[in-house]
């Protein structure tokens, strides 16, 4: 069993911070607040006031939070400096990888692996979310008793950076997918055919997929872009910054992305 300190205990850590304390890790997770606090304590874990608390005496640290800004912003040198050398720092944000980059650059004592999540917090309170890994073989290793804790299947895919270049590409097909779904409901009010047909029925044809199931059970492209535009366009977004820093494109995904987020 591990140490293992977490930031960010949200819709998507809380269920992490579950799994790791239902699986035997000694776990520690930050919270500012007295309710925070007390929320993590009904996961099983020990809540702390303090960052450096996270991570004192940790063989592993996970950041779970929603952007690169808050990242960066919350993972800085004072707390990587409090982690002990030899640690592994895992980060499941789905971002750039010029951020984790970045974090191995502020703390060589540290082995960095980007692990960004493919499901949501049903699939992590499951045990089955996919986990796109990037690092260190050896650093890949280390992690994996926590990686395991609440991911299935974990994908090692390459070096740092290698996990969030899989996973942007991954939500840039999705949103590609739903464009093409929204572009065939609309051809299919012009031949005078209900979505809710089309939705029903294509399930069962070669044009199957896992984005038409989610519409399907949303009951039209509209409301499944409701639901999940902004967890998509922040991804979508942060993609197309990323290429662009590369010095290339999304081609022929642009118009149909646009068209699955919407605009």
Same mark, same amino acid.
């Given at each position: 069993?591990?140490?293992?300190?977490?930031?960010?205990?949200?819709?998507?850590?809380?269920?992490?911070?579950?799994?790791?304390?239902?699986?035997?890790?000694?776990?520690?997770?930050?919270?500012?607040?007295?309710?925070?606090?007390?929320?993590?304590?009904?996961?099983?874990?020990?809540?702390?006031?303090?960052?450096?608390? &996270?991570?004192?005496?940790?063989?592993?640290? %996970?950041?779970?939070?929603?952007?690169?800004?808050?990242?960066?912003? %919350?993972?800085?040198?004072?707390?990587?400096?409090?982690?002990?050398?030899?640690?592994?720092?895992?980060?499941?944000?789905?971002?750039?990888?010029?951020?984790?980059?970045?974090?191995?650059?502020?703390?060589?004592?540290?082995?960095?692996?980007?692990?960004?999540?493919?499901?949501?917090?049903?699939?992590?309170?499951?045990?089955?979310?996919?986990?796109? %890994?990037?690092?260190?073989?050896?650093?890949?290793?280390?992690?994996?008793? %926590?990686?395991?804790?609440?991911?299935?299947?974990?994908?090692? &895919?390459?070096?740092?950076?290698?996990?969030?270049?899989?996973?942007?590409?991954?939500?840039?097909?999705?949103?590609?997918?739903?464009?093409?779904?929204?572009?065939?409901?609309?051809?299919?009010?012009?031949?005078? $055919?209900?979505?809710?047909?089309?939705?029903?029925?294509?399930?069962?044809?070669?044009?199957?997929?896992?984005?038409?199931?989610?519409?399907?059970?949303?009951?039209?492209?509209?409301?499944?872009?409701?639901?999940?535009?902004?967890?998509?366009?922040?991804?979508?977004?942060?993609?197309?910054?990323?290429?662009?820093?590369?010095?290339?494109?999304?081609?022929?995904?642009?118009?149909?992305?646009?068209?699955? $987020?919407?605009?």
């Amino acid at each position: 069993m591990m140490r293992v300190g977490v930031i960010g205990a949200g819709r998507m850590g809380a269920p992490m911070v579950r799994r790791l304390a239902e699986a035997g890790h000694q776990v520690r997770v930050l919270g500012r607040t007295e309710e925070k606090r007390r929320a993590v304590a009904e996961l099983g874990a020990t809540p702390v006031a303090d960052a450096a608390q &996270v991570a004192d005496g940790a063989e592993a640290v %996970v950041i779970c939070l929603f952007t690169d800004e808050q990242v960066r912003t %919350v993972v800085d040198t004072a707390l990587l400096a409090a982690v002990p050398a030899g640690a592994v720092l895992i980060v499941h944000t789905t971002g750039s990888p010029r951020t984790v980059e970045h974090l191995r650059a502020l703390a060589p004592h540290l082995d960095v692996v980007d692990a960004p999540v493919s499901g949501g917090p049903h699939d992590i309170a499951a045990g089955q979310v996919t986990l796109f %890994v990037g690092g260190p073989d050896d650093a890949v290793r280390r992690a994996q008793p %926590v990686l395991t804790a609440y991911g299935s299947p974990v994908l090692h &895919v390459g070096a740092l950076g290698a996990g969030q270049k899989v996973k942007l590409i991954n939500n840039t097909l999705f949103a590609a997918q739903i464009g093409l779904l929204a572009e065939a409901a609309q051809l299919a009010d012009s031949l005078g $055919l209900a979505e809710s047909a089309l939705l029903e029925a294509l399930p069962h044809g070669s044009g199957a997929s896992r984005a038409l199931d989610n519409v399907a059970r949303a009951g039209s492209t509209a409301a499944f872009v409701a639901a999940v535009g902004e967890f998509i366009g922040k991804d979508v977004a942060v993609i197309r910054q990323t290429v662009a820093e590369l010095g290339t494109d999304l081609g022929a995904l642009n118009a149909v992305v646009d068209a699955g $987020l919407g605009r």
